[in-house]
């Protein structure tokens, strides 16, 4: 019998066993408890420490990353692919898609099942909500959802709530305000979801037509979270631990009137943050069109750009556990 993500419980008991994540698919929050996130920031605290005393180990040498990118992809492309090469290990590239088989028509279960003959783990940026999901079933070999449209982006969160644990110390007993496009980001949708494993209150500051989905919102309620929702953000601003700013979704409007009317809603400068506290981080998945001033770059609580750098840690954790190695 052929060993794979679909029969690995008819493993007789052992390896599998000790790693719980091998050959699993990282497809949604949902999937995350309380003890998994400890382990998970556990690994990618190890991982940070790796890098900082030896650069590039061998933990994945000759494992194989697919980095099929459907949609354009900076920070998520590029830290997958630093990440897996200072595990040793080595990446296929397919960031325009235009160039390979999918211009010709061919189906997303079918770049899948081509791409793990090649390779052993397969990361996947979609514009379609449940694409990770379906090419997860088409898969044999583990799937990471790198962003499946304005579904999920689960890495993100993860990376999140380790820059929040590694710059505050802690997740229960904060608020954290999200601000933006709250409507189409998927980064802050994975990350409520994440949040709500903590004792947290959580802020949505939005334009009307931009708000959290409702359903989520609900969600969330059933788990008992405090949420408030608000239309500007000095009201929340001042007892606010974690300032979360995410871009409007130029690319998920219908018409650029609309997103012309709430683009420039919101900008966090230095005066604007006067309001807020002393120890506080403020956030952003980016990349940033204007919504934080550069002018409060060099500010401590300017935690975004440290927040790309934990990114590379916990994809490596994550990596290391879905090819069996942590
Ligand atoms: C985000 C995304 O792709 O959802 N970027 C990222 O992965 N860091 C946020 C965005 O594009 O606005």
């Known amino acids: 019998m052929t060993i794979n993500k679909h029969n690995l419980s008819h493993?007789?008991?052992?390896?599998?066993?000790?790693?719980?994540?091998?050959?699993?698919?990282?497809?949604?929050?949902?999937?995350?408890?309380?003890?998994?996130l400890e382990y998970i920031f556990a690994v990618s605290h190890e991982m940070h420490d790796m890098v900082d005393h030896i650069g590039t180990f061998d933990l994945l040498k000759g494992k194989i990353l697919a980095n099929l990118f459907y949609e354009p992809s900076t920070r998520t492309s590029s830290s997958?692919?630093?990440?897996?090469?200072?595990?040793?290990?080595?990446?296929i590239p397919i960031n325009e898609v235009k160039y390979s088989s999918v211009?010709?028509?061919?189906?997303?279960?079918?770049?899948?099942?081509?791409?793990?003959?090649?390779?052993?783990?397969?990361?996947?940026r979609h514009p379609e909500v449940g694409s990770a999901a379906i090419a997860a079933k088409a898969a044999h070999k583990p799937v990471i959802n790198a962003g499946d449209g304005i579904g999920e982006h689960p890495t993100q969160a993860l990376l999140d709530a380790f820059t929040?644990?590694?710059?505050?110390?802690?997740?229960?007993?904060?608020?954290?305000?999200?601000?933006?496009?709250?409507?189409?980001?998927?980064?802050?949708?994975?990350?409520?979801?994440?949040?709500?494993?903590y004792k947290v209150k959580i802020n949505y500051v939005s334009p009307d037509i931009l708000r959290m989905p409702p359903e989520?919102?609900?969600?969330?309620?059933?788990?008992?979270?405090?949420?408030?929702e608000y239309f500007t953000l000095d009201?929340?601003?001042?007892?606010?631990?974690?300032?979360?700013?995410?871009?409007?979704?130029k690319e998920r409007f219908a018409d650029e009137a609309t997103y012309e009317s709430v683009k420039g809603a919101y900008v966090i400068d230095p005066t604007v943050m006067k309001a807020a506290k002393e120890r506080m981080i403020v956030m952003h998945p980016?990349?940033?069109?204007?919504?934080?001033?550069?002018?409060?770059?060099?500010?401590?609580?300017?935690?975004?750009?440290?927040?790309?750098?934990?990114?590379?840690?916990?994809?490596?954790?994550?990596?290391?556990?879905?090819?069996?190695?942590?």
């Open 11 to 36: 493993l007789p008991l052992g390896d599998h066993k000790t790693a719980p994540w091998y050959g699993k698919d990282i497809i949604s929050v949902k999937q995350f408890d309380r003890e998994a």
């Open 164 to 197: 929040i644990r590694e710059e505050i110390g802690h997740l229960d007993g904060l608020t954290v305000t999200l601000l933006g496009d709250l409507k189409h980001g998927r980064t802050v949708h994975s990350l409520a979801r994440l949040l709500s494993l």
């Open 286 to 326: 980016l990349p940033r069109v204007g919504e934080i001033s550069t002018e409060f770059d060099n500010d401590p609580r300017a935690a975004y750009f440290r927040q790309m750098e934990y990114g590379l840690y916990v994809r490596m954790a994550l990596l290391a556990m879905v090819l069996g190695k942590a």
């Open 216 to 228: 989520l919102i609900d969600e969330l309620k059933q788990k008992g979270i405090e949420q408030t």
């Open 80 to 91: 997958f692919t630093a990440a897996m090469e200072r595990l040793g290990g080595s990446v």
């Open 103 to 124: 211009s010709k028509g061919e189906s997303l279960a079918d770049t899948v099942r081509t791409l793990e003959c090649y390779a052993d783990v397969i990361v996947l």
């Open 235 to 249: 009201e929340c601003l001042p007892q606010t631990d974690v300032l979360y700013v995410t871009r409007v979704q």
